[in-house]
């Protein structure tokens, strides 16, 4: 298949999230139904020097990275990645690291050990749908495997 070119609508993003914590297979990364919204932020490691020979000028050189995406969307009983996500509110330690997969609509793929942190699990004015948010930390070294 060849790869997709041109713009697209953000609701392209496919991700899916692993329903049996670092240990999820294949067959249990699930979707999670509801998400309205998705940011990336993406923190590079960057030491700089200045050696006599730059006559001034900074060196750089840059030595890690981290990846943390936020999402928002509503609860949503039932539906396995959903239900997943706003179980694990409580976890801490290991017991907060999953598997996470991110298909681009290029068809490129980012898949990646991470640490999840739910930051509201139903929450919301009394007439609101009731809220699901998370972070997904990047936990080690991703892996890109871009569109073909």
Known sequence: MAAKTGVYPVFENKFKIGTSGSASTTEQMATVSNLETFSVSIDG???????????????????????KISFSGKRCIGDAGNDYVAGS????????????????????????????????????????????????????????????
């Not at 050696?51 to 990275?65: D, F, I, N, Q, Y």
């Not at 991110?102 to 699990?121: Q, R």
């Open 45 to 67: 490691n960057v030491e700089e020097w200045k050696p006599m020979e730059a006559e001034g000028w900074v060196r750089r050189l840059k030595t890690g990275s981290s990846l």
């Open 89 to 148: 509110f409580i976890n801490t330690g290991v017991s907060a690291s999953t598997k996470f997969e991110w298909e681009f609509p290029s068809g490129a793929k980012l898949e990646m050990p991470c640490v999840m942190n739910v930051t509201n699990v139903g929450g919301g004015d009394s007439t609101n749908v009731a809220a699901l948010e998370f972070e997904i930390q990047s936990d080690g070294k991703p892996t890109f495997t871009p569109a073909s």
